[in-house]
C-alpha cells in the first residue's frame, strides 16, 4: 500500500505534501519490491511514514519465528536502500493503527467485506478461515486515515480496498462528524512495479511463492547468476529474437529489468547475452545494499533507535486522528 498527500487546507489535513507506505513481511523482498516500492520511496522521503504492516502477516497461517525474521530482515533494508530521511516504524508498536481498525469495522458491513478481492481468493470456501482475513480491509482503512492523506497512488490490485476506505470514511464522516479526510483514488504508474517470476513471468515476482523464480534483495551474486541463467526465454533464434512482445513474455520481463536498472539491450542479439547483462545490472545494484545491509545488522541498537523514534513520532501524529473518531463515535 502507497500514499502520498498533495498540500490542501482543511481542519483535517496538514498543509505539507505526505508520503504513505506499508510493507507486508510475509517473506523475503525481492527486486520486484525494490523496484516498485523501496526505491520510489527513497525519492518520497519529506513528511514520509514508511511502516512494516506486520498486523497484516497475521491473516493467514505463519509461523511466528519467520514473522519476526521477516520483519527484522525488512526493517533494516529499509535503512539499506537509503531510506534515512523518513519516519519508519513497525505497525503493531503503533496501537492507534488497531484502535482506529475496530472503529471502522463498526461502520462496515459484512457485504462490503464479503466483496474484497483477498477474502475472495483465500478464504471463501476454505473450511478454517481466520476472522483477520476477513476483517483487515479495516486495518488496511484505518493504515490510511490515520495520516490523512489527500490522494492514494494505487495500482490495480489494490484500488478496490481504497475505494472502500472512502466509504468507511464517509460514512464515518457522517453519522458521527467531521473526522477523517476522504483520500482521492489516483491510478499509480506500475511500469516498473510488474517484476515477473523468471520461472513463471505470467505473474508477478513473489516475496512468498516461487523461491527459484525471485531474485531476493540479499542474494549473493552466484546465486543471482544461477536464477538469470535459469530464466525463462524461448525457442527464438533469429537476429530479433532479444525484443518485447506479448508472447515472449520471459524475454520481455529479462528487458524489463536490464531497463529499470539502467541498463540497455542495444547490440545484444542472444539470450545467453541478455541474461549476463542482466545478471551484471542486478548484481551492480544489490552489492551496495547488501554492504550497508551488513553494516546494520552489526548495529543492532541504531536500528532498534531508528524504528523506537519512528514508532513515537507516529504516535504523535495519529493521537489527535485517533481521539476525534473515540470522540465522535460516543466513546
Known amino acids: 500500500m502507497t500514499t502520498q498527500t498533495t498540500t490542501q487546507t482543511t481542519t483535517r489535513t496538514t498543509t505539507q505534501t505526505r508520503s504513505l507506505s506499508l510493507l507486508t513481511p510475509s517473506g523475503r523482498l525481492t527486486l ?53 530521511r523518513a519516519t519508519l516504524f513497525r505497525q503493531s508498536h503503533v496501537p492507534a493503527h488497531a484502535q482506529l481498525a475496530y472503529l471502522l469495522e463498526c461502520v462496515a458491513t459484512t457485504g462490503e467485506l464479503n466483496r474484497m478481492i483477498q477474502f475472495k481468493e483465500k478464504g471463501r470456501g476454505v473450511d478454517s478461515t481466520r476472522v483477520s482475513l476477513f476483517t483487515y480491509p479495516a486495518l488496511m482503512a484505518a493504515d490510511i486515515l490515520l495520516y490523512r492523506p489527500a490522494q492514494v497512488p494505487v495500482g490495480a490490485d489494490q ?95 529479462l528487458l524489463d529489468i536490464l531497463e529499470a536498472l539502467g541498463g540497455s539491450a542495444e547490440g545484444i542479439d542472444t539470450y545467453g547475452a541478455l541474461k549476463r547483462a542482466v545478471t551484471d545490472a542486478v548484481v551492480a545494484t544489490l552489492e551496495p545494499i547488501q554492504k550497508r545491509y551488513a553494516d546494520l545488522a552489526a548495529d543492532a541498537v541504531h536500528v532498534t533507535q531508528v524504528y523506537a523514534d519512528g514508532a513515537a513520532r ?18
Request: proline letters at 5%; aromatic letters at 6%.
Open 159 to 253: 484500488k478496490q480496498h481504497v475505494e472502500l476506505t472512502r466509504d468507511l470514511a464517509m460514512r464515518f464522516n457522517r453519522r458521527y462528524g467531521e473526522v477523517f479526510t476522504v483520500p482521492e483514488v489516483v491510478t499509480a504508474s506500475d511500469a516498473t512495479a510488474r517484476v515477473m517470476d523468471l520461472l513463471h513471468p505470467d505473474r508477478k515476482m513473489s516475496k512468498s511463492a516461487d523461491e527459484a523464480g525471485s531474485i531476493y534483495l540479499l542474494d549473493p551474486a552466484d546465486v543471482v547468476r544461477k536464477k538469470v541463467a535459469r530464466a525463462v526465454t524461448d525457442s527464438d533464434t533469429g537476429p530479433d529474437a532479444v525484443r518485447r512482445s506479448p508472447d515472449k513474455p520471459g524475454v520481455t520481463n
Open 32 to 84: 520486484g519490491s525494490y523496484l516498485g516500492a523501496l526505491r520510489p520511496m527513497t525519492q518520497r522521503q519529506d513528511d514520509a511514514f514508511y511502516g512494516i504492516s506486520d498486523l497484516h502477516a497475521m491473516t493467514t497461517e505463519h509461523d511466528p519465528r519467520l514473522l519476526r525474521e521477516y520483519a527484522d530482515e525488512t526493517a533494516i533494508l529499509f535503512l539499506a536502500v537509503g531510506l534515512d
Open 314 to 331: 507516529c504516535r504523535e501524529v495519529t493521537a489527535p486522528v485517533l481521539a476525534a473518531a473515540t470522540t465522535a463515535i460516543g466513546l
